[in-house]
């Protein structure tokens, strides 16, 4: 059964960094066709893809949010940690982590999110 | 970057409706597209993969169709339980875009 949770503040102050913890059950980040990642969600409003870490330990961002991002992951503790810098009000929101799997064939990779966390609420407040 | 927009933001309806929502990329973009349905404080959960294929478990009544720039999503008959947001994904060169969302309600 796979399972994902999120883990961190709950609150943050402008300008500081977050670092959010998913640690998850289930799968190995390192399976073929396996991917961890983040997507946030502010109150009200629509998904937002942030980073995603592939099975082959490629990396992928939001092209906006390129440089405030960094994955990386921990095989050894089943955890993938995303870190955000310089955090706004506007970044408030929900944070979940992702199973992505690839359902792609023939060589053509389809990536889609297929397990979810419960998300984590993230305020930006000072 | 791809673009997706919905269509329409909302929509009110009826249980035993036939509803359809539309998704238009502002590239043309290949069959790698998903529907995934949200309902209030809750995870989203996906429906739809490969623009036309179901996922495991999602009730026939849910269909998807079409092909870049347009995509849609059926729901051929409306059951209590389908009172969600609604979004499309897209992926493309292993990044990801979703919609704005689509609101069905009574």
């Known amino acids: 059964q796979i399972t994902l949770k999120e883990s961190g503040p709950t609150l943050v102050k402008p300008t500081q960094t977050l670092t959010l913890t998913c640690t998850f059950a289930?799968?190995?980040?390192?399976?073929?066709?396996?991917?961890v990642g983040w997507i946030r969600q502010p109150p009200g409003k629509a998904l937002e893809w942030l980073a995603l870490?592939?099975?082959?330990?490629?990396?992928r961002y939001s092209p906006s949010l390129k440089s405030r991002l960094t994955i990386t992951k921990d095989t050894s503790k089943n955890q993938v940690v995303l870190t955000m810098t310089n955090m706004d009000p506007v970044d408030t929101g929900t944070y979940y982590c992702?199973?992505?799997?690839?359902?792609?064939?023939?060589?053509?990779?389809?990536?889609?999110?297929?397990?979810w966390g419960q998300g984590t609420l993230v305020t930006v407040s000072s | 970057a791809i673009q997706l927009t919905q269509s329409p933001s909302s929509l009110s309806a009826s249980v035993g409706d036939r509803v359809t929502i539309t998704c238009r990329a502002s590239?043309?973009?290949?069959?790698?597209f998903a529907w995934y349905q949200q309902k209030p404080g809750k995870a989203p959960k996906l429906l739809i993969y490969?623009?036309?294929t179901l996922e495991s478990g999602v009730p026939s009544r849910f269909s998807g169709d079409g092909s870049g720039p347009d995509f849609t999503l059926t729901i051929s008959s409306l059951q209590p339980e389908d009172f969600a947001t609604y979004y499309c994904?897209?992926?493309?060169?292993?990044?990801?875009?979703f919609g704005p969302g689509t609101k069905v309600d009574i």
């Open positions: 992702v199973h992505s799997s690839d359902y792609g064939s023939l060589g053509a990779p389809q990536y889609y999110f297929d397990y």
């Open positions: 289930g799968f190995s980040v390192n399976s073929n066709g396996v991917s």
């Open positions: 870490l592939y099975w082959d330990d490629d990396k």
């Open positions: 590239q043309g973009i290949s069959s790698a």
């Open positions: 490969g623009a036309s």
């Open positions: 994904q897209q992926f493309n060169s292993y990044l990801f875009t």
